[in-house]
């Protein structure tokens, strides 16, 4: 009995120590690591904007039919609730004015939020002041800017949704390795605890 109980003051409590200390300094390492690692995943994609130089160069590769898109889906009221061609910006007001223009372009904003639609206007405006600028055909200019504005929010929709499956993948594991550096951390209290206990006992 009094061997075990050496072993168990001795070697079994400094191992014990020891691997609690080991513990909670690799987790706190992994957790810095992660953090640095993976912040990136926590800061929103602003991948969906669209340059008048990445419009023209797609213009340049394939030839583009009708006018403000061929497609022509059927527009939604949601989806530009409070707009008017009035509230557009100047330099767009006059390819906008028409009725069925506007209505193209209402239905290419369908299903965008308020912050969005603006985004998607903002830029819309900034392709089209540019594509004046350089003489470019607007028409032209617009179609392409609705066929890579799409595809480009499209994708920012499927990576908000990866991103946000993400993020919660990195919370779990951020607070499952913070649990454990608790637990190791409440061991070395209570090894403390038992430690100061067994001195006050033989005093």
Sequence with gaps: MAFL??????????????LAFV??????LALVVGAFAFAGDLVP???????FSEVSNAL???PQVGQYGSTNPSPSEEGSQGL???????VLQPYFSSTNNWEVLKAHMEGLDSSDRT??????AAVVGEAKSKG??????????FELKGSRLALAKADSADRSMH????VGSAVSIMFLIALASLILVLLAIERNTRRDGLA
Excluded: C, H, M, W
Excluded at 84 to 90: T, V
Excluded at 138 to 144: G, I
Excluded at 167 to 170: R, T
């Design 5 to 18: 109980e050496s072993v168990e003051r001795g070697a079994l409590f400094r191992l014990t120590r020891f």
């Design 23 to 28: 513990v909670i300094l690799a987790l706190s």
């Design 45 to 51: 994609n602003q991948a969906s904007k669209v340059s």
């Design 60 to 62: 340049n590769q394939a």
């Design 84 to 90: 008017s061609p009035g509230d557009l910006a100047f």
């Design 119 to 124: 985004e998607y206007l903002d830029n819309l």
């Design 136 to 145: 470019e055909d607007v028409t032209s200019v617009v179609n392409k800017y």
């Design 167 to 170: 993020q919660l993948y990195i």
